[in-house]
């Protein structure tokens, strides 16, 4: 496994860090993962590591306002002031183009966490041609009854406060409130894992656990609308394969059943291969759970199963 870090210029704005490992002989394949709200690229040199040892070159780019790509902390949590959704977007495309440039020919899946998922689901409407499968991680059809509340009050915010203030008011709603089925709670991320060492891990990294933008949360609510629409997802190829992964304790996906009903929302718009995996008591951060070496070994199977190569090879056998 080589790990390297290198930079892309991205819409005329601050340079994206992208973390990327590489496989010691020749990559095979190419995994592109999309983090979650409030974390970086790199929390996932782990799952890079099981991806290396079965041949895939890893790309994982620090989205705007996250990790190394966020200048200051003062820039942490933010993407921009205006168009911040779009600057995600464009940034996911960028890493994507340098990956593809870098290994042409090569099978490319693409992996979404939490926010990241939605990110992708945005990806996949736009730009599946191409893909070999998606991944989407902790995910969901929907954010909720309370997100057009939610997103009002972001809105008002704004306009009051300007668009950087950093609203508790969202972290209230979101993070402390996905703790509260755990209490008595240890930390203010319980939620996230049953790994202690994990949680304690993860509150020890500079780089996470920041309050975001209320501008962030108009970005990120504003993307959650129509994910279910058929409009939108009439868009996507047909033939993409896409596995739909969750805890059974995560409030993020409604405790598994968000992921039920965004597959079932890609079926009606005729995609052929859809795939959800719920693992029972499984918490937000799956890869970073007790059940992550299942999870892990799961997720392989289901890439090699889904390489281009083995299809050919299996159905030349038949």
């Known amino acids: 496994m080589s790990e390297k870090a290198f930079q892309l210029q991205v819409a005329g704005r601050a340079p994206l860090y992208v973390h990327c490992w590489l496989p010691r002989t020749p990559a095979k394949w190419v995994v592109l993962i999309v983090h979650g709200l409030g974390e970086h690229g790199g929390r996932y040199a782990r799952f890079a590591a099981a991806l290396n040892a079965s041949g895939a070159a890893v790309y994982a780019p620090d989205l705007p306002g996250h990790g190394m790509t966020a200048g200051t902390p003062a820039d942490r949590g933010h993407f921009a002031d205006h168009n911040g959704w779009s600057y995600v977007m464009e940034s996911v495309a960028a890493t994507r183009t340098r990956?593809?440039?870098?290994?042409?020919?090569?099978p490319l899946f693409i992996f979404g966490h939490s926010m990241g998922s939605f990110v992708v689901q945005h990806h996949l409407v736009a730009h599946s041609e191409g893909l070999s499968g998606a991944m989407l991680c902790?995910?969901?059809?929907?954010?909720g009854a309370l997100r057009p509340i939610a997103e009002m009050l972001v809105h008002a915010q704004?306009?009051?406060l300007g668009p950087r203030h950093r609203t508790e008011l969202m972290r209230t709603l979101t993070f402390r409130r996905y703790n509260f089925?755990?209490?008595p709670t240890r930390t203010?991320?319980?939620?996230?894992?049953?790994d202690l060492a994990e949680v304690d891990k993860r509150i020890a990294d500079p780089l996470v656990g920041f309050t975001a933008t209320?501008?962030?949360?108009?970005?990120?609510?504003?993307?959650g609308r129509d994910l279910l629409s058929r409009r939108r997802l009439d868009r996507i190829r047909k033939e993409l394969p896409v596995i739909l992964i969750a805890g059974s304790d995560d409030d993020v996906t409604g405790d598994g059943r968000g992921p039920e009903l965004l597959a079932e929302a890609y079926r009606r718009a005729g995609l052929l291969d859809i795939?959800?995996?719920?693992?029972?008591?499984?918490?937000h951060e799956l890869l970073n759970d007790t059940c992550r070496d299942h999870v892990t070994i799961d997720l392989l199977d289901w890439l090699r199963a889904h390489l281009p190569a083995k299809k050919r090879i299996a159905k030349k056998i038949a």
């Open 214 to 223: 209320s501008q962030l949360w108009i970005d990120l609510l504003g993307a």
């Open 188 to 194: 203010d991320f319980d939620w996230l894992s049953r």
């Open 181 to 183: 089925r755990f209490a």
């Open 99 to 106: 990956a593809e440039r870098a290994h042409p020919q090569l």
């Open 138 to 143: 902790a995910t969901n059809g929907t954010m």
């Open 275 to 283: 795939t959800v995996k719920i693992y029972p008591h499984g918490r």
């Open 158 to 160: 704004v306009r009051l």
